[in-house]
């Protein structure tokens, strides 16, 4: 019975969120043919977001994202493999930014990282 109410919420949820159940027949030997929810099925990405609670999180990705490659373009690479490395650092991601800009236009400063004049980055707390 509590799959028969997790399957009956599935459908009703779907119904609201707009995605789609795709099921599949199983026959079980007691209880006879079944249809049970093999796949679901998104019919664009705000719907498969929002089933997931992850609109704003991806919002906040898709800001950061831009934000660097208009920076610099050669991170796009390094973006998609490590997306979950960009929302750890989301809080402090425009630093980190600055910093990588400051290392490319001054790539061996030959002083310590306290003495680092970079605009907008308090290098004392790191």
Known sequence: SELQ?????LRLDSQKQGYSIIDKVISHRQLGEQKIPATLSFANEAIFLNYLSKTAEFMRFQALTQQ????????????IRYPFK??????????LLKVCA???????????????????????IY
């Open 5 to 9: 109410d997790a399957i009956y919420s």
């Open 68 to 79: 660097s490659l208009e920076q610099d373009g050669l991170l796009l690479d390094w973006l």
């Open 86 to 95: 960009v929302m750890q650092y989301a809080e402090v991601w425009p630093q």
């Open 102 to 124: 400051y290392f490319e236009t001054h790539p061996q400063p030959d002083c310590y990282i306290r003495q680092l004049d970079i605009k907008g980055v308090d290098s004392q």
